[in-house]
């Protein structure tokens, strides 16, 4: 069976790293719009239509209004924008955030792709919370560093056409981003999360970190128990792995781009035993499990297809 998809926003980021991973896929049909008619509110509408899957790569705005040009009950949406991350109505499509998850993306008509970020947070934090390791009314931080391909076209052009680039730099910095109510809610968490979100000089890849003070959570719990806690939750993941403890005690330290290219995330559990603390940190490509790795995911399950179809 053959399914039809239109892509609106394929020329951004995300809608040609999407295209790329579906290059070549004989059981899927595009349906594309001249550049000239991209912009066309009846051209736009008539695709969507037809389509049997939408995948929004637009701004919030855009996307929302792109979803109100769908006018019959049967096109599934795919959103990559943060327009409907948190609006009933929608499933969140993190695929592996619950054991029921994948089964309510297979029934959806309206799907919100995750961030990056929230993607490595909620990987990191959902479990614990879930176990009552973590307090829901928890004050917790989250430490991230990002490719720059994450802030798209202008930000990519601001890193690639400088002279000298910034090597790094913090941003975010009036605590409002708009990851945050997303992060709060999919983790389950109760109170807004504080998020320290930072760019790098490297054109994708990242790296989300949440540092605990186990003294601090209620029954102290160990290392170990942490870990264990995250295993189970994805004891069988086909793309999240939780790295073994006696690989992350090895390490000295962790490339950002090191899952690049790939739908994959790595979830590590760092501590220190005698003092009593721990660094979560999740290793994922901003660019594949953060977005179009994601996208392509969920559309497989969405069209009763093997997931991990054109995904590495």
């Known amino acids: 069976m053959t399914h039809t998809i239109f892509i609106d926003g394929e020329a951004g980021t995300t809608g040609l790293e999407i295209r790329m991973r579906l290059h070549g896929r004989g059981d899927?049909?595009?349906?594309?719009?001249?550049?000239?008619q991209r912009k066309n509110g009846s051209a736009r509408r008539e695709a969507m239509?037809?389509?049997?899957?939408v995948i929004l790569c637009l701004p919030d705005a855009a996307a929302v209004e792109a979803v109100a040009m769908i006018d019959n009950a049967t096109t599934r949406v795919i959103d990559a924008s943060t327009a409907f991350r948190t609006a009933d109505g929608w499933t969140y499509g993190f695929a592996e955030m619950d054991a029921g998850q994948r089964a309510a993306i297979a029934a959806s008509t309206r799907v919100s792709n995750p961030g990056c970020y929230p993607t490595g947070f909620i990987g990191l934090m959902r479990p614990l919370?879930?176990?009552?390791?973590v307090?829901?009314?928890?004050?917790?931080?989250i430490n991230a560093v990002s490719g720059y391909s994450g802030g798209g076209k202008a930000m990519i052009?601001?890193?690639?056409?400088?002279?000298?680039?910034?090597?790094f730099r913090a941003y975010g910095l009036s605590l409002k981003h708009k990851h945050v109510p997303e992060m709060t809610r999919h983790s389950g968490l109760s109170r807004d999360v504080l998020?320290?979100?930072?760019?790098?000089?490297f054109r994708q890849g990242m790296l989300v970190e949440v540092p605990l003070h186990l003294l601090s959570l209620p029954g102290t719990p160990t290392i170990e128990a942490v870990h264990a806690i995250l295993c189970e939750a994805y004891d069988g993941s086909r793309f999240v792995e939780v790295v073994p403890l006696e690989v992350t005690e090895t390490m000295t330290g962790l490339d950002p781009e090191?899952?690049?290219?790939t739908n994959r995330m790595h979830l590590h559990v760092f501590g220190d035993r005698q003092g009593g603390q721990v660094r979560l940190v999740a290793l994922l490509?901003?660019?594949?499990?953060?977005?179009?790795?994601?996208?392509?995911?969920?559309?497989?399950?969405?069209?009763?297809?093997?997931?991990?179809t054109s995904l590495v």
């Open 195 to 201: 998020f320290a979100p930072a760019v790098g000089n």
């Open 157 to 167: 052009a601001e890193f690639e056409e400088a002279v000298h680039p910034h090597p």
């Open 285 to 308: 490509d901003n660019l594949g499990k953060g977005a179009s790795g994601a996208a392509v995911q969920n559309l497989n399950i969405m069209l009763g297809l093997d997931e991990g």
């Open 135 to 141: 307090p829901a009314a928890a004050l917790v931080s």
């Open 49 to 53: 239509n037809a389509a049997d899957a």
């Open 258 to 261: 090191g899952l690049n290219g």
């Open 28 to 36: 899927l049909q595009f349906i594309s719009l001249a550049d000239d």
């Open 129 to 133: 919370v879930r176990a009552g390791v």
